[in-house]
């Protein structure tokens, strides 16, 4: 299974493989010598900054330039196709075990998880304290870009419980909360 920190990691070493910061085939190999190298860790830093800068500004760009529905449906997709990256490894695990992937969360990236069977709702609260996408700067990134996230909740409760899922922003650290706050109530 992947954790977030997994990912992250895993983004720096595409990055680093891609910038051409340590040079050899092997992923392993190009994160440990970008670790043991402060200019080449730094010069990754500032690159993977400015992406993260430049991901704010185009989404600034895209509040401007679409229609309020249209963005939203737009990076409710972008959220929907970032969730089949954690399908093999996480997701299809919990088919049908809503309450092993709560508790798989909870040891991970959750800070609370509750699920009310008669009610149909699931409520998240990351672990934080920052957004969870590495693509989001804190601060840079517009609060819409939390639509993305709607989607990719929507996508990966509605795959483990086998039923369509909506889901509700609570609370957002991109919109200024102090958490992620998520709830999901099943169709």
Excluded at 67 to 92: F, M
Aim: charged share 25%.
């Amino acid at each position: 299974m992947m954790t977030r920190k997994a990912f992250v990691k895993g983004c720096a070493v595409a990055c680093a493989a891609s910038l051409g910061c340590a040079g050899t085939a092997s992923q392993a190999q190009t994160l440990k010598e970008a670790a043991c190298n402060p200019a080449e860790l730094t010069d990754l830093k500032n690159r993977c900054d400015a992406a993260q800068l430049r991901f704010a500004r185009f989404i600034e760009t895209v509040e401007t330039s679409i229609p309020v529905e249209e963005r939203k449906q737009i990076l409710h997709a972008l959220g929907t196709k970032c969730s089949d990256t954690y399908r093999p490894a996480l997701i299809d695990r919990y088919v049908g075990n809503l309450r092993g992937f709560l508790e798989q969360g909870l040891r991970e990236w959750m800070a609370e998880a509750h699920y009310d069977e008669a009610a149909g709702t699931i409520r998240v609260v990351d672990k934080g304290p920052s957004c969870s996408c590495p693509m989001a700067k804190v601060g840079e990134t517009p609060g819409s870009f939390c639509d993305c996230t709607l989607g990719w909740q929507e996508a990966a409760y509605s795959r483990i419980t086998g039923r369509p899922v909506k889901a509700e922003l609570e609370e957002s650290i991109l919109r200024g909360g102090k958490r992620c706050v998520y709830r999901m109530t099943i169709l």
